[in-house]
């Protein structure tokens, strides 16, 4: 394996220019999807390089469970600095573990609260909630609005709120938001393209309330209207839901022309740049760690006693 065992733990870096690419050249269908498969495969083989340098780098630790064979030199030689990288990954580890579970239990305990404020009202798809704090946000078949954002809203703003809001439902972005903030914890090299798909999806559902309502000027006005109204306001548990993004970028690009739906751009553009980049990136990440993965496994399973 040498040195290319440490490959998928550095591949990361390359998240910030391929983010900054796809999220202002892609369509932001195309780039949520692309960032959120790129750091969901980088995550998962870094995680996967940490336990395998830790299989090796300890397997010669006195007191450890693993089989004595695993401590033959023929394997600890598959690691450069075998000692090193192995007890410098168990904390890598163990750090990945902790962060990835206060994540997801951060995640249902605010979904179950917000779930649970709306058990007193109908089971309709849009949830009037009588709150002072105006803010919007999306749970799963569920759109969820204050009286207080509703009233600072013309009736055609109130149209493009729920248009926005119907497509982070359909789309399921809570999907890619989490998945992406997962993968921001097992490697913070990863955090460019968490904050990149928190932009590009609140994109998508731009784009797409724009063409349900039929007037890109009326989205860019609700959502100026309604990051000026909720400015200052407090942020309770239920209102960090309703994350905006950068809302002078995103009214600036509904002011602009809408970007083009194809599929996959031509490679020699900066928006092919950045798709073959992130899709190279993502790939020799996952080759490297496949190699790895079963080499290694070959290496002890021919130092297992049988």
Sequence with gaps: MGVFVFLPLVLPLSAWPVA??????????AATRLLTAVAVVMAVCSTLCLALLMVVGTAQLPGNPLPDGWADPEVREAVPQDGIAGRAAIPALGTVAVLCGRTLHRHRRVTRLARRA?????GREVAVLPDRTPYAYALPGRIVVTTALLEGLAPGER????????????????????????????????????????????????????????????????????????????????????????????????????????????????????????????????????????????????????
């Design 118 to 122: 709306l058990t007193v009202l109908p």
């Design 20 to 29: 900054r690419l796809a999220e202002s050249r892609l369509h932001p269908r």
């Design 159 to 306: 149209r493009a709120l729920f248009a926005h809001e119907r497509a982070h439902v359909a789309a399921r972005h809570h999907r890619h938001l989490l998945a992406v903030h997962l993968a921001a914890r097992a490697n913070p090299f990863l955090r460019p393209l968490r904050t990149a798909v928190a932009y590009t999806a609140e994109r998508w559902a731009d784009e797409a309330a724009a063409g349900a309502v039929g007037d890109r000027r009326t989205v860019a006005r609700a959502i100026g209207r309604a990051a000026l109204l909720a400015r200052g306001a407090p942020a309770p548990t239920l209102a960090a839901l309703a994350a905006t993004g950068p809302v002078p970028r995103r009214v600036a690009a509904l002011l602009g022309p809408a970007p083009s739906a194809r599929g996959w751009p031509p490679a020699f553009t900066a928006a092919g740049l950045a798709v073959w980049g992130a899709a190279a990136g993502a790939a020799a990440s996952a080759m490297s760690s496949a190699n790895s993965a079963v080499t290694l496994f070959l290496v002890l399973q021919a130092a297992t006693p049988l």
